[in-house]
């Protein structure tokens, strides 16, 4: 049953939630195909999160959406209403954790996450900035900005690895 997947996303044609509606729960490589043609002016994650791309088939330009609402285009620095196809981010297994550094090499002061965590400073960090990243099992991860948070952020050094 694709309603079990636990990711959960409605696009809307029109902005503010309104006009037709598309409800989603996995990958869908074509709104058309569903008969909702490629306009999207607002979106509503409910679970999960999202990548949503401007053509079919998973190519284009990427958008990647969380939990809460999206009245308009501008909020997912969408430039206008087309998007054609979008998949949940996968969270694979029960063991993934993500570890932040204050050097450029992976070293210097470091922090652990295994859970979401708006504001850095509120775990203890007390750095100007990240500059390394490293990403444990088959987690996804994404980095915000303090413009996407509300909270203060931290400008994110250019180093990730993958473990």
């Not at 309104?18 to 509503?44: A, H, P």
């Not at 996968?90 to 996450?113: D, P, S, Y």
């Not at 990240?130 to 203060?152: C, E, F, M, R």
Request: glycine share 12%; charged share 20%.
């Amino acid at each position: 049953d694709p309603k079990r997947s636990g990711s959960n996303i409605t696009l809307y044609e029109g902005k503010h939630f309104t006009g037709r509606k598309l409800e989603v729960f996995g990958d869908c490589d074509n709104f058309q195909d569903r008969g909702f043609m490629n306009r999207v002016n607002s979106i509503r994650v409910e679970s999960g999160a999202w990548v949503c791309f401007d053509h079919p088939d998973f190519q284009g330009q990427q958008f990647v959406l969380e939990h809460g609402d999206y009245p308009d285009f501008f909020r997912w620095n969408g430039h206008n209403d087309h998007m054609g196809s979008c998949r949940p981010v996968g969270m694979h297994g029960e063991h993934f954790r993500l570890e932040i550094f204050e050097g450029c090499n992976f070293t210097g002061q470091c922090l652990e996450f295994t859970e979401d965590c708006p504001f850095l400073q509120s775990r203890g960090w007390t750095k100007s900035c990240v500059n390394a990243i490293k990403v444990y099992g088959d987690g996804a991860w994404s980095p915000l900005s303090s413009g996407q948070t509300g909270h203060p952020g931290l400008p994110l050094g250019k180093r990730v690895q993958s473990v």
